[in-house]
């Protein structure tokens, strides 16, 4: 039996984050950290790979383990290789709204900011994607910010029909929905669903998310058990790096998906890794723990040595020379050529984007970047076409 | 003349020797009744309403018991 | 080493030894109080008319050990089903070895009839130990009906084979949210020290030590290899190191 489910099945994920202390009074963990040895760095890479205790990722996200990435990375990118294969799944988003009534302290779209707010009918969202579907992708992620008015369930399942002949992946990464609604888009053949817990620090959480229905933290950590019992086919879980301390985030996310995966087993978690970039002109004092490229590198290898089956999901807000290091090392889902603003494929410079692009080559530019590594670019990962 | 089917196989009985509950055709097959169960036309018996199960005219009856097994 | 728990009652062995092919019911009984087990399994047949003193149930101390009666000769659920009733009405114990065999060569379980059975009966109130092929799918379908266990075989009843089913067993360990009992086919201690080693949390061995030339030595035997696997697991095993493949650093690009 996994050493985890020691715990009560029962056991909700909140309840779960409390007992360890990784969503409050989370001092405790910094010494526990301090005190990993080489040796306990060593058993950890000695076990057997892909398999998750907390002790082992306790080890692996250490700062004794920094030196010791080289190892992690052989382990890292073994491992992946061989759930995997060499293929590298290419995915790219299309941004349905701007428009949103939460307000997050971190994000361009927030309710507060003023700027033009931009919103696609499904026709015109359907024609951005034909775009995509004209570059070659097959996988494709609706973003919407929390436009509950206009993007509703209703939008999104139309839109997931009139997108089905062109593509054999549809995700969305919205606004939490209930078990029902998410129970419908995956009627509707939208197979997978990102939604990032942000922080698991529940102070943290207040700090940031002063309004919206975003706010209450225990609805939000809700979110992937209504989309497991609605039968979601894959979770994208992630925190956004920067707003509290990475390793125990780290403890958290790997937490909440060994609970997803017992929990809800024909769902497939995947992890993405948003990292905070401040906005020029604030200083980086206002966000004391932001990560280095060493620690995000530290971070996805830790959880691939953890979790050989989770996918690993890297987006264009990462420059292009560390993604091309990051293909080889543990990703198996990358997005290229990215817009991220409503109808940015269309009109790039007609609205304001959520983040900045910082890949901003083309996909034929990555794709041959991911070549060059020995890796076969994807398209389409398996035909959706019998739904 | 009577019978019962006992474990698959018909037993003819006089009709005034017929054994009239399973307690008594425990005893007259030699039976112990150390974790026996019975099944009678079907339905499960208890060792402890062995006594009180009244048997009639061709009926089926199962006689299990635990034994050793893997 | 922690204790082994199923469905809420803990236990000091993780050695469960079947009751059947032995000898005689005294070897048998000397054979169990050696193994250390706290479960033995037992059968249900019809009562034998010819020979009705044959009482192998006289031998098992029911104060010392759990009995677990098995379904053993059900080939359907509803087969299954009668047995698991007749089985709590002869002893008043609801624990029950789920087993539907219809394949008469290998005695292999049906994995349909199983999980039909498994439902009806959970929903009963037993507590179900079904006996299964190492299919990982199955067993979290069980897991899902609200079976106590899963008990996967290691490789067919009787044929001493060891662990042939070790990678899906693993992945069963893996992935379990219920104790997993590896049964069936395990003829050696080295197979019980190796499944307890890759991290089953128990073992049922019949036929091993009930055939076996000394069987209350060798059910020592497997009671030491059973503690010693289970030591090793806890311990944390290092896994087999491949060689790593000759190539540039995959890190250097981190500067210091």
Redesign the interface.
């Known amino acids: 039996?996994?050493q985890q489910?020691a715990i009560s099945?029962q056991q909700s994920i909140g309840s779960i984050l409390g007992d360890h202390r990784l969503d409050a009074d989370r001092g405790s963990w910094d010494q526990r950290l301090r005190e990993v040895t080489s040796r306990d760095v060593e058993?950890a890479l000695?076990?057997?790979?892909g398999?998750y205790n907390q002790e082992k990722l306790l080890a692996l996200i250490s700062p004794a383990a920094e030196g010791y990435?080289?190892q992690m990375?052989?382990i890292s990118?073994?491992l992946t290789v061989q759930r995997f294969g060499r293929a590298m799944r290419l995915y790219a988003p299309v941004y349905l709204s701007s428009y949103c009534v939460n307000r997050c302290q971190y994000c361009g779209f927030n309710h507060d900011n003023e700027f033009a707010r931009a919103r696609l009918s499904v026709q015109e969202a359907v024609a951005e994607a034909e775009i995509l579907a004209a570059e070659g992708y097959r996988d494709i992620l609706l973003v919407s910010s929390e436009d509950r008015a206009f993007i509703t369930v209703a939008y999104l399942t139309e839109l997931a029909r009139r997108l089905r002949d062109k593509f054999s992946f549809i995700s969305i990464e919205i606004f939490q929905l209930s078990q029902a609604e998410y129970g419908q888009l995956a009627n509707a053949g939208i197979q997978g669903c990102t939604l990032y817990q942000e922080t698991y620090d529940r102070t943290v959480y207040a700090r940031y998310h002063l309004g919206g229905p975003k706010a209450d933290y225990d609805r939000r950590l809700r979110a992937f058990d209504d989309m497991g019992r609605a039968g979601m086919r894959e979770l994208g879980l992630g925190v956004l790096l920067g707003l509290a301390d990475w390793r125990v985030e780290t403890l958290a996310l790997a937490e909440h998906a060994s609970y997803l995966?017992?929990r809800y087993?024909q769902s497939r978690v995947s992890f993405s890794f948003p990292r905070l970039r401040p906005a020029c002109g604030v200083p980086s004092t206002e966000f004391p723990h932001l990560l280095s490229?060493?620690n995000l590198?530290q971070m996805m290898l830790a959880l691939r040595l953890c979790f050989a089956d989770a996918g690993i999901v890297l987006s264009t807000r990462e420059p292009a020379?560390?993604r091309d290091?990051l293909i080889?090392?543990a990703v198996t889902r990358i997005s290229a050529g990215s817009r991220t603003s409503p109808g940015g494929y269309t009109d790039p410079n007609a609205h304001t984007g959520q983040f900045d692009v910082n890949d901003s080559r083309s996909p034929s530019e990555v794709v041959a970047a991911i070549k060059s590594k020995g890796f076969d670019p994807v398209w389409k990962d398996w035909d959706g076409a019998l739904w | 003349m009577k019978s019962l089917k006992v474990n698959g196989v018909e037993r003819r009985f006089d009709p005034d020797e017929m054994p009239g509950t399973l307690s008594a055709l425990l005893d007259a097959l030699g039976v112990g009744a150390n974790a026996v169960v019975a099944e009678v036309d079907g339905r499960i018996v208890r060792r402890d309403e062995f006594h009180r199960t009244e048997l009639q005219d061709g009926q089926q009856i199962e006689l299990i018991k635990l034994m050793g097994g893997g | 080493m922690g204790k082994l728990t199923i469905a809420g009652r803990t236990f000091d062995s993780r050695l469960l030894v079947g009751t059947g092919k032995f000898s005689s019911p005294q070897v048998m009984a000397k054979a169990l109080a050696a193994s250390g087990a706290e479960i033995v399994t037992v059968a249900l047949r019809r009562v034998d008319i010819d020979n009705p003193a044959d009482d192998t149930l006289r031998e098992i101390d029911q104060d010392r050990f759990l009995l677990l009666p098995n379904t053993s000769g059900a080939r359907t659920a509803e087969e299954a089903i009668r047995l698991a009733r007749l089985a709590r009405a002869a002893t008043g114990i609801e624990w029950l070895k789920l087993e539907v065999t219809p394949d008469p060569y290998y005695l292999l379980p049906c994995p349909v009839e199983t999980l039909k059975a498994a439902e009806i009966l959970v929903k009963e109130g037993f507590v179900v130990l079904p006996y299964i092929n190492a299919d990982p799918i199955l067993a979290?379908r069980l897991q899902d009906v609200g079976t106590a266990t899963v008990m996967p075989l290691g490789s067919p009843i009787g044929s001493n084979q060891g662990l042939k089913t070790r990678a899906s067993l693993e992945i069963i360990?893996?992935?379990?949210?219920?104790?997993?009992v590896v049964d069936a086919g395990l003829g050696l201690p080295s197979h019980v020290a190796e499944a307890m080693e890759i991290?089953a949390?128990a073992v049922l061995v019949n036929t091993a030590i009930a055939t076996a030339g000394d069987p209350v030595e060798m059910a020592v035997a497997f009671k030491l290899a059973v503690e010693a696997g289970r030591k090793a697991c806890v311990a944390?095993p290092?896994?087999p190191?491949?060689t790593?493949e000759a190539s540039s650093?995959?890190?250097g690009?981190?500067r210091e």
Do not use: C, Y
């Open positions: 039996m996994n489910s099945n058993a000695a076990s057997r790979p398999s990435l080289e990375a052989r990118r073994s995966m017992r087993w490229d060493r590198v020379w560390l290091h080889e090392l | 979290k360990i893996e992935q379990s949210t219920v104790p997993v991290g949390d944390g290092r896994a190191q491949r790593a650093p995959l890190t690009f981190l």
